[in-house]
């Protein structure tokens, strides 16, 4: 397993570039990407692609090299291999037959960014992608809204402007930092509210690089002792609407909507 630069083709071990010069074959996402790494540290090796739509039957043929004795390196197209990349189902079969499995470290992209981020670093929830669909997107956030770590996801250009808009409707107006373009030129990180940075991202004529999308945690549920059916008919009484009354009590106590709609019944 061989991390491989996120962008600066420098970032790289010796030891990852001896090991890629040693192995009989290297398996990679793209390999006319992984050539021109390979080129830059005039490294001459057979390469076969491995990638999201032919794990499967990819992983078959790797196996069948391994057992035969040969030494594979696993790279991805930036970064440390499985980090939000294929590779799992090769790992863990792998494993199941005794073959031995050696990470070399280098770079990670999420890594790299929040270590820059000026957010909390001492707990964190890397997430990998959000999901495409907003309805999905919102439903996943809505559940760690309530961890108290900070939350780094990956998020491609084209879909940030919706991802921001997201995360300001379920996480609220939180601290966000957004990396882009890491080790690169036009390295970049913003920061700023999800309100604040969609609009700076409106301003510009295109939206170019995958996003490390960093928010930092939320402020913890006050403790309040005020009885949950009192607390609800407090807000109704207030002309709140009786679901969006369960909505703030559940967002205050710390607790889900459908925790706080049980929890009324039974008593």
Do not use: W
Not at 36 to 43: A, E, G, H, N
Not at 119 to 148: M, N, W, Y
Not at 214 to 226: I, Q, Y
């Amino acid at each position: 397993m061989v991390a491989t630069p996120i962008g600066n083709l420098e970032d790289i071990s010796p030891r990852a570039v001896r090991i890629l010069g040693e192995v009989d074959l290297i398996a990679c996402e793209d390999t006319r990407h992984t050539r021109k790494l390979l080129d830059r540290y005039s490294i001459s090796k057979p390469l076969i692609s491995y990638h999201e739509h032919n794990e499967q039957p990819r992983s078959a043929e790797l196996l069948a090299d391994l057992q035969a004795g040969k030494n594979i390196a696993l790279v991805s197209d930036a970064g440390t291999p499985l980090i939000a990349d294929p590779g799992y189902r090769l790992v863990e079969q792998a494993r199941q037959r005794g073959i031995v499995v050696v990470p070399l470290p280098g770079p990670c992209a999420f890594i790299a960014a929040l270590s820059a981020s000026g957010l909390p670093t001492d707990s964190f929830l890397f997430h990998g992608f959000l999901p495409p669909k907003q309805g999905q997107r919102r439903k996943l956030l809505e559940e760690l809204k309530t961890l108290e770590v900070t939350l780094v996801f990956y998020e491609a250009p084209h879909r940030i402007l919706e991802t921001l808009e997201d995360i300001a409707a379920t996480l609220g107006e939180r601290r966000v930092v957004l990396a882009r373009e890491l080790t690169k030129i036009h390295e970049e990180f913003l920061r700023g509210t999800p309100g604040e940075l969609r609009a700076a991202l409106v301003e510009r004529p295109s939206i170019k690089g995958e996003f490390t999308v960093m928010v930092a945690r939320g402020e913890l549920p006050t403790s309040d002792d005020t009885p949950l059916d009192a607390a609800v008919e407090k807000l109704i009484e207030s002309g709140i609407p009786r679901m969006e009354a369960l909505k703030t009590v559940a967002r205050q106590r710390g607790l889900s909507k459908r925790d706080v709609y049980k929890k009324l019944h039974q008593d």
